[in-house]
């Protein structure tokens, strides 16, 4: 309700090719995870491919931020989707003092890999073979 019209005429297009592009994520998140060996590295565990479309894919690592400017480096683009824990926002500001290190180190490890079916497999390889050469 809230799209104008050049918005839902491109959107009216690209829905007829959700079912392709979420299989493509879903290929492109199989290579990621199947293919990134890096003892650095926290990948996704996936019990049932059919309940996710991979939007975003996240990985983990305790050195997040080298690992980020590693990658930025050498021309792969990641971003941190969420570098607040939620009972630390503002709108939770009757939480912010308290304390829950396993969601406080999830954010502090998260980061988010290329994601795209617009992403060439190239693209994804050249990013798994970038992330399995990052060392301390």
């Known amino acids: 309700s809230r799209l104008d019209e050049v ?3 491109v959107l009216n297009v690209k829905l007829k090719y959700l079912v392709e592009d979420n299989a493509y994520r879903k290929l492109v998140a199989k290579y990621y995870i199947e293919n990134i ?3 650095l590295i ?3 565990v996936v019990k049932d491919w059919d309940a996710h479309v991979f939007h975003i894919f996240t990985i983990r690592c305790k050195s997040r931020d080298e690992l980020q400017k590693y990658l930025a480096d050498n021309g792969i683009q990641t971003i ?3 570098p607040i824990p939620p009972h630390k926002q503002e709108c939770y500001k009757e939480w912010n003092d308290l304390s829950f290190p396993i969601t406080e180190q999830i954010h502090d490890e998260e980061l988010s890999l290329p994601m795209s079916p617009v ?3 190239d693209e994804v390889m050249k990013c798994v073979e970038c992330i399995n050469g990052f060392s301390l």
Do not use: F
Request: charged share 5%; no cysteine.
């Open 119 to 121: 992403m060439t497999m």
């Open 80 to 82: 941190i989707h969420y």
């Open 7 to 9: 918005q839902a005429a």
């Open 42 to 44: 926290t990948v996704p």
């Open 37 to 39: 060996k890096n003892s």
